[in-house]
């Protein structure tokens, strides 16, 4: 079985100053791990993914995440906000055939 | 091409119509899913097919009914929907093969329901 958990629902941070969105995860195997954007009426778009080999990641629009094992987590970061970052976030954990959805973090940037 | 496409964008019907929503990828995936999305909540899945065959159907109530005629192609098929299934629609696609099960999605579909 495998669960994930972002822990905050709402993150809001100023443009130009760092994101930092929380997430920890639960699977009875080594996992891969994805962190998905989705804009207001998107659909899901995947910013980076770890699957076993270096557990710093780097994704798209400057977003990285680092997995720690030995905390189960999966943070995702982000040196310097842009308006643009604003949507929501969601962590996943892969399973055989589907996946596993944290429940979202809402980023907002103010100007 | 990278590309989940999906048709309609957005879908208003009653609750005695009948319609259907298109999904489409020429990715060569061989796996594909149709999720259903709450607003301000995560995406549910309700139905998973591999190589064409239906291999997942999350309890789906049968007013919901899946087709995959292709490789390339899935359709969800709606009849006598309800005012509560009115949610944003996505359909994804991966390869069963893959590692590690990454997903593409499309951009969904709005469907309401009057």
């Known amino acids: 079985a495998q669960s994930v958990t972002q822990l905050d629902s709402h993150v809001s941070v100023s443009e130009g100053t760092p994101v930092l969105l929380r997430c920890n995860y639960s699977s009875s195997y080594s996992p891969s791990l994805f962190w998905y954007v989705q804009h207001p009426n998107k659909g899901l778009q995947l910013l980076l993914k770890y699957t076993s080999a270096a557990t710093l990641v780097k994704g798209i629009n400057g977003f990285e995440a680092e997995f720690k094992k030995s905390e189960t987590s999966f943070h995702l970061t982000k040196p310097s906000a842009h308006m643009s970052d604003a949507a929501e976030y969601f962590c996943?954990?892969?399973?055989?055939?589907?996946?596993?959805f944290g429940k979202g973090t809402m980023l907002l940037v103010s100007p | 091409d990278t590309e989940v496409t999906q048709t309609p964008k957005h879908l208003v019907m009653g609750m005695t119509n009948k319609k259907s929503l298109k999904c489409e990828q020429h990715?060569?995936?061989?796996?594909m899913y149709w999720y259903k999305q709450k607003a301000k909540k995560p995406p549910e899945l309700m139905f998973v097919?591999?190589?064409?065959?239906?291999?997942i159907n999350e309890s789906v109530p049968s007013r919901f009914s899946p087709e995959c005629p292709n490789s390339s192609l899935l359709n969800l098929h709606l009849h006598a929907l309800q005012p509560e299934d009115s949610a944003l629609y996505l359909c994804?696609?991966?390869?069963?093969?893959?590692?590690?099960?990454?997903?593409?999605f499309g951009p969904g579909t709005r469907l309401t329901v009057l």
């Open positions: 996943v954990v892969s399973g055989y055939s589907t996946l596993t």
């Open positions: 097919y591999s190589y064409e065959k239906l291999s």
């Open positions: 994804a696609s991966s390869q069963p093969t893959s590692s590690d099960n990454e997903q593409f």
């Open positions: 990715m060569g995936h061989r796996a």
